[in-house]
Structure formats: C-alpha cells, structure tokens
C-alpha cells in the first residue's frame, strides 16, 4: 500500500482570504460569547505576500462598541511580514442582545484594492 505524503503549509495556506494585495485568515473577527457587560476579543491575521510595502492605515465605520488595535499612525507591512488586528466587542455599550454584528473597512495603501471589507461579531447574552 502506498502512504500520502502531506503538502507542506504555506503562509498562502494560513492566510486563505486574498483581499487585493494582502492575504487575510478571514476578513471576520468572531469575538464570542459575552455578557451584557462584558467584553468579546477576536482577531485577524493579514499577510503581505507582494513585493513592495503595503500600509493598514486605518478602520472606518465601526461603531463605539467596536475597538481594535491598529495604530493611528497606521501599521506598515514589508513583503513577507504578517501582523494580526484585535478587536474587542463591548456588551454594555452595544445597547443591544442577541447575535449582533458590526462592518467596518480597512484602508490600506494597496494599489490593487484600498479597501477591504470587515466584520466583527459576537453573541450578547
């Protein structure tokens, strides 16, 4: 019988979601379970596959319960460099229950497509 030899990872394989020029482990940040009064924590990972720098500058549209970790000076990623954004998800000032979500665009200096699409949600119980 033969044996099946596994395919060696890539970044590519890690980062599944092309958005323009970068790659993204998913373009939605799932910030899980929480109370009325808690805070939710999701993340995700981009990844610049190109040959020249591309800058996360920033993200518009999300609502105040929505936060993330993006610098306001903006975050510069050299080719080959990944980085991941945090989110947190603030129950108490949602002002709302249930399975809620929020959509945001992150802006970069990417020639191919300056904005991609995000989403954050969580479930307030």
Do not use: C
């Not at 099946?4 to 599944?16: E, F, G, Q, R, S």
């Not at 591309?54 to 518009?60: K, S, Y």
């Amino acid at each position: 019988r033969g044996s099946v030899v596994p395919k060696p990872k890539t970044l590519a394989d890690a980062y599944p979601a092309p958005a323009g020029g970068l790659r993204m482990t998913t373009n939605h940040a799932y910030a899980g379970r929480i109370t009325r009064k808690g805070i939710g924590r999701g993340s995700i990972g981009v990844y610049n596959p190109g040959q020249t720098p591309i800058t996360l500058q920033e993200i518009r549209g999300l609502p105040a319960h929505v936060a993330h970790n993006l610098p306001s000076a903006g975050l510069r990623l050299a080719p080959g460099d990944t980085a991941r954004i945090h989110f947190t998800f603030d129950g108490a000032r949602a002002g709302d229950w249930g399975w809620l979500s929020a959509r945001g665009s992150l802006l970069t200096g990417d020639a191919q497509q300056i904005a991609k699409e995000v989403s954050v949600s969580a479930e307030v119980l």
